[in-house]
Nanobody
Framework: QVDLVESGGGSVQPGESLRLSCAAS????????MGWYRQAPGKERELVAF???????KYADSVKDRFSISKNKIGNTVYLQMNSLKPEDTAVYYC?????????WGQGTQVTVSS
């Protein structure tokens, strides 16, 4: 069993920053891709960013140049630095680890951007 625990969500004003973390615990595994998704009320879950085990990153156009994804050296924690936040970034953010076996998801953390 692998558990992903997210932290760092909260309520901020437009233009401010937040840093999300997602730490894996449980049995040993190797994630091939680690990513962040988000789901706003009434909308489908969408990919925000992901990072391969080799460090290559990809971003949704809506967050490019504002968000930055990174991971720790041993590959069991992924981060999402979110700068210049906008009201449209308001959503529940989920981390996802893809492995050679199952995918794992975090429980979600709320990010609210409002003046």
């Amino acid at each position: 069993q692998v558990d992903l625990v997210e932290s760092g969500g909260g309520s901020v004003q437009p233009g401010e920053s937040l840093r999300l973390s997602c730490a894996a615990s449980g049995r040993m595994f190797s994630a091939t891709v680690m990513g962040w998704y988000r789901q706003a009320p009434g909308k489908e879950r969408e990919l925000v960013a992901f990072i391969y085990a080799n460090g290559i990153t990809k971003y949704a156009d809506s967050v490019k140049d504002r968000f930055s994804i990174s991971k720790n050296k041993i590959g069991n924690t992924v981060y999402l630095q979110m700068n210049s936040l906008k009201p449209e970034d308001t959503a529940v953010y989920y981390c996802n680890f893809k492995t050679a076996g199952p995918d794992y998801w975090g429980q979600g953390t709320q990010v609210t951007v409002s003046s």
